[in-house]
């Protein structure tokens, strides 16, 4: 952890009213970024977050600093979603019918209208959720393998296999979607 870092987090312990401001305004924004992807529902995610920032002012003495304040934070954010939704799926909320027309071939004379039934949303809500989970804070957090392996308490070898397989499924279920048939890959009977 930097020295500036420390030095706020010492702040934060001794329970300094500017500091908590200061780690609220820091780090706010992309803690909502964070909640409103797994919630897709703007009020279930200020709500979220405002647990976050309160089990997080509750438990800052407990922070040792063995990774940076982001990540504790979005660790806490985290578990509270896991633990408030343990019975819905994660992608529930999201608009089914979502047009991917982004995955539309570009070759001329292949498949150049909309897509129809399900859209990219819909088919990474079949991807269990150890690979949902690696896919938002790969693709749309920009965490990095070693910081995501400290989120989630994984090893780094664990965290590139399961993004690896994530990839694999959702180009696979894709495939499948847009009636291209089987993936080309062979199909592997040991899946993670």
Excluded at 20 to 44: H, I, Q, T, W
Excluded at 50 to 78: E, M, P
Excluded at 105 to 119: C, F, L, R
């Amino acid at each position: 952890m930097i020295e500036e870092e420390a030095r706020f987090c010492r702040l934060l312990k001794e329970g300094q009213p500017a500091a908590m401001e200061k780690m609220v305004e820091s780090y706010g924004d992309r803690l909502l970024r964070g909640a409103f992807f797994l919630c897709r529902n703007e009020p279930e995610a200020q709500d979220l977050v405002h647990d976050t920032f309160y089990q997080a002012f509750r438990s800052v003495k407990n922070f040792n600093g063995n990774s940076s304040l982001y990540t504790w934070l979005y660790r806490i954010l985290r578990n509270l979603y896991l633990n408030q939704n343990r019975r819905k799926k994660i992608f529930s909320a999201l608009i089914s019918g979502h047009q991917a027309s982004w995955l539309r071939p570009g070759a001329e004379g292949q498949n150049s209208g909309d897509i129809s039934g399900p859209g990219l949303m819909d088919v990474m809500s079949d991807l269990p959720l150890k690979h949902r989970e690696i896919l938002l804070l790969r693709y749309v957090e920009g965490l990095k393998i070693q910081e995501i392996g400290e989120i989630l308490g994984l090893s780094y070898g664990t965290v590139k296999s399961r993004l690896y397989h994530a990839i694999r499924k959702l180009k696979k279920k894709l495939l499948r979607t847009l009636n291209f048939g089987r993936c080309p890959e062979k199909e592997n009977a040991h899946e993670m």
